[in-house]
């Protein structure tokens, strides 16, 4: 049977024209349904028909700007011309991809770039995802040093598979999944807690995000690389999890870049490294770690992944990088994440709701707490009462249905937002966002309206679930 002109009767376009608005009806029978159930709680239950940069549009032709990048993996928006044309061109040129006994060149071509921005590093890993970059560095750093324990921080999110989930620091995702891999939590900047656990003798590695994005809470000036020391001095590597942070994220290709002599031994990396369209994940690691692991031909598929290095993957994320480069991403998402959390700043004292604004580019958390007046208090502690992270969803939603833009609480139970928007967006976008986050504030501090009825119906919602 040939290849050329399709045969058989399907129809995308067809089949999304006919079906399309069963969405959501689809969704509560066949998949997640407390998916469905949680969207129509808050009012986000639209019908988007399509999406371009950093805006989405709905069947209405109304705009709505993202400020939440598909948690981070729409690094330059959404269809990118260049990435999208590279996916035209990969596909036409219907390679012999996935033999799996053969060293095509794309994997190689990524790799030698993505190499160009992590110095000290010498190899890569492909696969599919930030979990999968995670449980490989997991796998890479227990072999490498023939050790079991893996220390990770307090309130750090790596993953979701068992592995990554054996170092997740938050347990409502952990509960009820064990037994896990063995692990030790410290607290994010606390060394005489590392030094206690290496004393140990038995810790392969500690994983660490350089800002976390539970809270956003950036490590402690020092921390990362008076960390790698005292590992290397017990012969214990340093794990950067880069998944959210890395490929200018934060104003530089790498969060751990921003602090001087900070050389991790393997670095994960995904999210916008897929350009918004095919799942890409990768391990950076130093060279000697992969020695080991494949330390003989007998141990040549000693770890691997089915769809890893995909000649669609690999084309999206040299494209990825080609962009980056041409268009200076990496700069704007340092120059505009700085008028961002300046103008966010400059807020707090005019709002005692507000209390923190911090994160380093286009990582932002905005976080609100306790109000000093009387008036406000009350409603505060109504809905701390009910379920700590209430009022961030209450700033959530407005944003969401008055302003149309989107956002989300950065964590269970916290009162904290993160804007992880797109990297190329700018001032337009800024402009946009305090505007409407201004309007919403205002509201809040009348201490009526709209904003406190929706709250209290998510106060009936958290006592009716308990």
């Known amino acids: 049977m040939t290849t050329g002109t399709p045969s058989s009767g399907f129809d995308l376009g067809k089949l999304l024209a006919e079906r399309g608005g069963e969405r ?3 969704h509560s029978r066949y998949l997640n349904h407390q998916l469905p159930r949680m969207l129509h709680t808050i009012g986000f239950d639209k019908v988007y028909q399509r999406a371009e940069g950093a805006y989405f549009w709905d069947e209405h032709g109304e705009d709505y700007l993202d400020m939440l990048a598909g948690f981070g993996v729409c690094g330059l ?8 044309q590279a996916l035209h061109d990969v596909l036409d040129a219907g390679l012999a991809d996935l033999t799996r006994f053969d060293c095509p060149p794309l994997p190689g071509l990524l790799a030698e770039q993505l190499l160009l921005h992590s110095p000290h590093l010498d190899r890569v890993f ?7 970059a995670v449980e490989s560095a997991l796998k890479f750093a227990r072999y490498a040093t023939g050790r079991r324990r893996v220390l990770y921080c307090e ?3 790596h993953g979701l598979t068992t592995g990554a989930l054996s170092v997740n620091g938050e347990t409502g995702f952990r509960t009820g999944f064990d037994p896990l891999l063995p692990d030790t939590p410290v607290p994010l900047g606390d060394l005489e807690a590392l030094r206690r656990e290496l004393r140990k003798g038995d810790v392969a590695a500690l994983i660490v995000e350089p800002i976390q994005g539970k809270g956003v809470h950036e490590a402690p000036r020092g921390y990362l690389a008076a960390a790698q020391e005292l590992l290397h001095r017990s012969k214990a590597l340093l794990i950067v999890d880069e998944v959210q942070t890395g490929l200018g994220r934060t104003g530089d290709f790498y969060a751990y870049q921003h602090e001087e002599g900070v050389e991790p031994d393997i670095v994960a990396v995904a999210k916008a490294l897929s350009g918004g369209y095919v799942p ?15 330390s003989s031909m007998d141990r040549v598929l000693v770890h691997s992944a089915s769809f890893g290095s995909n000649a669609q993957a690999m084309a999206a994320g040299l494209a ?15 120059v505009t994440g700085e008028l961002l959390k300046k103008r966010l700043t ?15 580019g286009l990582m932002i958390g905005i976080e609100f707490g306790r109000p000093r007046s009387l008036k406000l208090r009350s409603g505060w502690s109504m809905l701390q009462a009910a379920r700590k992270g209430l009022f961030a969803q209450m700033v959530v939603v407005p944003l969401f249905q008055r302003h149309r833009i989107l956002t989300q609480v950065s964590g269970d139970r916290l009162e904290v937002i993160k804007l992880i928007p797109p990297l190329i967006i700018g001032e337009a976008e800024v402009d946009r966002f305090v505007r409407a986050f201004v309007d919403v504030m205002d509201d809040a501090h009348r201490g009526s309206g ?6 209290r119906t998510l106060i009936r919602q958290a006592v009716n679930n308990r």
């Open 126 to 132: 492909f696969c599919n995802s930030g979990t999968e």
């Open 320 to 334: 990825t990088l080609a962009v980056m480069r041409d268009e200076k991403v990496v700069e704007n998402a340092r």
């Open 346 to 360: 400059a807020l707090v004292d005019q709002y005692e709701l507000l209390h923190d604004v911090r994160g380093r």
């Open 450 to 455: 709209l904003m406190w009825d929706f709250g």
């Open 77 to 84: 928006g959404r269809h990118h011309p260049v990435v999208r």
């Open 280 to 294: 890409v994940g990768a391990a950076v690691t130093k060279g000697w770690i992969f020695e080991k692991v494949y």
């Open 155 to 157: 309130h750090a999110f």
């Open 24 to 26: 959501y009806a689809l």
